[in-house]
């Protein structure tokens, strides 16, 4: 690290005094933290903007995933904040709330780049508190039903009719589940982190329930089903300790026949499933209910001691106005519904996107509440609770909303 | 100024150094931190008031509220049944294998050795290889049961509330038990023989002679062992990070990896440092085991 540090001083030094006799001293530097690798937007979009020499200088550092809302208040609270952060949506409330972020609604409101009205409706509730905008969306993402068609065929089902209702997804998976075969009928992920909660929260709203009514009839039905499915074995038992990425593995390698997981999938399963899928839109409660989908990925925000305000704000509204390189060049999915997404050309894929787009529609931000981690330990653990069986599903959530009601106050 | 010079290159000023270098670092480095940690424990702390020292004290609200939660005595519980089984299962294993080896047939030492790497393995990597033995479907350790006719349908290792600490405690056995059989060998090669020798003429047989020479003799190697194992299985967080999570709710969940799931997922930072001071009061009660078992030693 000190010799990272050293280098880092080294290279800045050497730039500020080029950039003198370049007699462009007047340079801004902007200083940009994400998560993403060299093969992924930020980098990529950084560099492409100091190509242009707008007299704004953006200077970009990796951060880890797990560290990145340590590390952002760390620095916060120590004055050292980048200008510019990405941050995963459900924390972003966590930072407007209390005035670290910048309150970006001006200057949205006279942008001729940024639009509020272009994004889903989703992504743009998870950037704003109290009726205002503290932040931009990156990307987005969502979850759905992936299905393999063949394992339809075999089991005398149509594979162009994948479950609608969750009475037909349990009934489809009793079909499907062929445990001499080692293939279970449906994986999905109740781990106890936020990937459960990511999972659990679509089921409980499109019966009706949310995370301030996570004890509604609906939500009830909705861990009953689950429970279900767990029970009969329709799904592993490591679905509980098992994140979404390593569940999907068990699909793609024929030992599921559905999966519940996100667009993220896509790349991995087009290399590695030996046979034919396709993606749905999330069964709903019955025939007719109101949809409804998880949401994921990060968002932009600027945090509020930044010296240079409007040169970070012109920066963002560059990575905006990029958003329609996301899929082509990133395989990430922009959060606006006025870009329509090129093809691929890989069919299964170019289906699946339909699909997501569709499902993005539906997608609600987790909260948005500042105690949102708290919120989603009561959730994680009501499902555990349930679907381990040391309480019915009533029992688990009613634990879980007095849990939330202590947190809303 | 001489005088103090001189008395410091040889005298008693070089010996007062030697004690207050190691007692200034441990001060700064471990002192500090620790009176910080129970100074955040009574304080209301979040992720804002982090970089500040003037927080609101709270008096003993954290303490109350953490044992008015319905986790808290089985996560306890946990914690001892982690720490006594984990404890109980190195030290028996490891004793056995360090007399196995004490035989000394050809090649000993060299195996000796080679059971160095389970110690030397990061725990994240542990867990992970420990993970994928554990796994209920395809887990080598079920398919070894089955063939073996131990059991009929799989164990969910990492997923059944009656087997995920089980699951922890048995890859934490693996992991420490090599420590142990090294601790132990130096220990058993610091017996002077001729103790058996006149034992053997005596016509002690093999039991009598572990039970009156080896075990008296190793008796601070058995302490220290045992404190040790306690301050080692207290920190063992990796392997809970990346078998069960602490899951399925809470069954396996212990007091380390749930002060870290307190500060750094929900970021209440004075609950974390609450349950960091309750482990600090057992950990202390393993270095005064420790302290006392080495002592012995240097006198003997």
Do not use: C
Request: aromatic share 12%; charged share 20%; hydrophobic share 45%.
């Amino acid at each position: 690290m000190g010799i990272r540090r050293f280098a880092i001083l080294g290279t800045v030094a050497l730039g500020a005094s080029l950039a003198a006799f370049a007699a462009s001293a007047e340079d801004v530097t902007i200083s940009v933290w994400s998560l993403d690798r060299d093969i992924q937007p930020a980098p990529n979009l950084i560099n492409d903007f100091n190509k242009l020499n707008t007299g704004i200088k953006v200077e970009y550092r990796q951060i880890q995933f797990d560290d990145v809302v340590s590390e952002a208040m760390r620095a916060y609270s120590t004055g050292q904040a980048p200008d510019i952060i990405a941050v995963d949506n459900p924390e972003h409330v966590l930072f407007s709330s209390r005035g670290a972020f910048l309150d970006l609604t001006d200057m949205i409101a006279k942008s001729s780049v940024v639009k509020a009205e272009n994004y889903f409706p989703g992504p743009l509730a998870s950037v704003t508190w109290e009726g205002k905008y503290y932040g931009i969306p990156k990307a987005t993402n969502t979850i759905a039903l992936y299905y393999n068609k063949d394992m339809f065929k075999a089991k005398g089902l149509d594979p162009n009719k994948p479950p609608q209702t969750w009475d037909e997804l349990v009934e489809m998976a009793r079909k499907l589940t062929d445990p001499a075969a080692n293939v279970y009928g449906l994986t999905f992920s109740a781990k106890a982190n936020e990937e459960g909660t990511f999972q659990f929260l679509p089921w409980a709203q499109m019966a009706g329930g949310s995370y301030d009514a996570i004890n509604s009839d609906g939500a009830v039905k909705a861990l009953d089903v689950w429970k279900k499915i767990i029970d009969e074995k329709l799904a592993s038992p490591d679905t509980l300790t098992r994140g979404q990425w390593d569940s999907t593995g068990t699909f793609n390698s024929g030992n599921a026949a559905m999966a519940i997981s996100g667009p993220w999938e896509l790349d991995r399963m087009v290399k590695e499933a030996k046979f034919d899928w396709g993606v749905a839109l999330l069964p709903v409660p019955e025939p007719g209910a109101e949809r409804s989908s998880a949401m994921g990925d990060f968002n932009w925000a600027i945090f509020a001691n930044t010296e240079h305000p409007a040169e970070a704000f012109k920066v963002l509204e560059y990575f905006v106005s990029q958003d329609d390189r996301m899929f082509k060049d990133f395989g990430q999915l922009p959060a606006r519904s006025d870009i329509s997404i090129p093809e691929t050309g890989e069919p299964q894929k170019d289906a699946a996107l339909k699909v997501f787009v569709e499902q993005l529609k539906y997608a609600k931000p987790r909260g948005p509440h500042p105690a949102w981690p708290k919120i989603s330990k009561a959730i994680q653990d009501a499902i555990q609770a349930a679907l381990t069986g040391q309480m019915s599903s009533k029992q688990a959530l009613d634990q879980a909303a007095e849990k939330i009601k202590a947190v809303l106050g | 100024m001489k005088r103090i010079l001189s008395s410091v290159t040889d005298g008693k000023g070089f010996d007062i150094g030697l004690v207050v270098l190691p007692l200034g670092f441990l001060f700064v480095m471990s002192g500090l931190p620790l009176v910080y940690n129970v100074v955040m424990s009574f304080q209301e702390v979040d992720m804002f008031s982090l970089g500040s020292f003037a927080r609101p004290f709270v008096g003993f609200r954290n303490y109350v509220d953490l044992f008015s939660q319905h986790e808290t005595r089985p996560i306890l519980f946990n914690t001892a049944l982690f720490v006594v089984a984990s404890i109980a299962g190195q030290f028996a294993i490891g004793f056995g294998l360090a007399l196995f080896f004490w035989t000394n047939f050809p090649g000993a030492s060299w195996l000796r050795g080679l059971f160095l790497v389970s110690w030397v393995m990061p725990g994240l990597v542990v867990g992970a290889i420990w993970n994928w033995i554990l796994s209920g479907d395809f887990g080598v350790l079920n398919f070894l049961l089955r063939e073996t006719g131990v059991i009929d349908g799989n164990i969910f290792w990492r997923s059944d509330p009656n087997y995920s600490l089980w699951a922890v405690i048995i890859a934490n056995i693996w992991l420490g038990t090599s420590f142990n059989m090294i601790l132990l060998s130096v220990g058993l090669s610091g017996i002077p023989k001729d103790l058996y020798e006149a034992a053997e003429l005596d016509g002690a047989n093999a039991l009598q002679r572990f039970w009156t020479i080896t075990l008296p003799m190793m008796r601070s190697t058995i302490g220290a062992i045992i404190a040790l194992g306690l301050i080692f299985t207290l920190q063992q967080f990796d392997l809970f990070a990346a078998i069960t999570s602490g899951g399925p709710n809470n069954t396996s969940n212990v007091t380390q990896y749930w002060a870290w799931d307190l500060s750094f997922r929900q970021y209440d930072f004075a609950k974390g440092a609450t349950i960091s001071v309750i482990m600090i009061v057992f950990v202390m009660f393993a270095s005064v085991v420790y302290v006392r078992s080495t002592r012995h030693e240097v006198r003997g």
